[in-house]
């Protein structure tokens, strides 16, 4: 009796311990790598930095064409520019991207003097150009080989505008109340009686949310190459555009300077759009 008391009491033990342990299973996610271990895909807690290669395949196509206005590579719409991402998960991302365009070209022309018999001046037509785009998101990812395809949701906002200012060599007075200048549409001389001194274009502004798909390739280590496409609804807000001119009032023997604001009818003030969005793109991306 003795002898089954103490088995019993053995087994209670036994159960007693068996009971208070808990197993904890854990499946872990197999990782891709190359042949050297080196994981391929984004993980949680990487940054990513990517750009735009859709100008640079832009300006390489034309260099095989006939056309010789070939312009150097511009970074445009929401999807352009310099793109950052940070992977909260192995398949979920915030993203960001900023785009700036800004420049300024000039050009010359050397009209005759109107105070230095043989000699010319100079005159000079400057266009400064600006534009800068943000956006802000966040991406989930779907696939497990090389070939990983995203979708998700970004606001994003634009803006733009540009101007054109003039200076002159041949200044306005009583004795030459048309001084020659320089036409830079038609590249010739002419004597006019009032001549622009400053354009000033209609400002745009944008921002609106976009959905977005993608598809990216990985082929290399934390290094890949991918496409995007998105539709969304915008505001978009045209301003006015500006135009500034000089010409000599002889009545007063000075110089008057004109400004004549203008919006062009054809274009709305503002309005609600829903369209396919500029994020139409391609780009290189680097993981770390």
């Given at each position: ?23 904890i ?71 960001a ?11 010359y022309?050397?009209?005759?003097s ?9 005159d ?28 998700g ?20 007075s ?17 004597a ?14 944008s ?7 993608g ?41 008057r ?21 500029t ?7 680097f993981?770390f």
């Amino acid at each position: 009796m003795k002898k089954l008391l103490i088995s019993i009491a053995a087994i209670i033990g036994m159960a007693a311990t068996v009971s208070a342990q808990t197993l904890i299973v854990v499946e872990e996610k197999p990782v891709l790598t190359n042949r050297r271990g080196v994981p391929i895909l984004p993980q949680a807690g990487d940054i990513s930095v990517g750009a735009s290669m859709t100008p640079f395949f832009t300006y390489f196509g034309n260099m095989f064409t006939r056309n010789g206005d070939n312009e150097a590579p511009m970074f445009t719409g929401n999807g352009a520019g310099i793109n950052m991402k940070f992977f909260t998960t192995d398949r979920q991302a915030i993203r960001a991207g900023v785009t700036v365009n800004m420049g300024s070209d000039y050009f010359y022309g050397y009209p005759g003097s109107n105070t230095a018999a043989g000699a010319k001046v100079t005159d000079q037509m400057i266009k400064d150009n600006l534009s800068i785009g943000i956006n802000i998101g966040y991406e989930w990812r779907r696939g497990t080989g090389r070939l990983q395809g995203f979708y998700g949701a970004q606001l994003a906002a634009t803006y733009s505008k540009s101007e054109v200012n003039y200076k002159y060599g041949n200044a306005f007075s009583a004795s030459n109340p048309t001084p020659n200048t320089w036409n830079f549409d038609t590249n010739t001389a002419e004597a006019v009686a009032e001549r622009p001194t400053r354009t000033i274009g209609a400002p745009t502004f944008s921002v609106g949310v976009f959905g977005f798909v993608g598809v990216e390739y990985f082929f290399a280590p934390k290094m890949s190459i991918g496409g995007e496409l998105g539709l969304g609804v915008s505001y978009v807000n045209h301003g006015e555009s500006e135009y500034r001119s000089q010409s000599f009032d002889t009545a007063t023997n000075t110089v008057r300077d004109n400004v004549v604001k203008h919006h062009d009818p054809s274009v709305r003030t503002n309005g609600l759009n829903i369209r396919t969005a500029t994020t139409g793109n391609i780009f290189l991306s680097f993981y770390f």
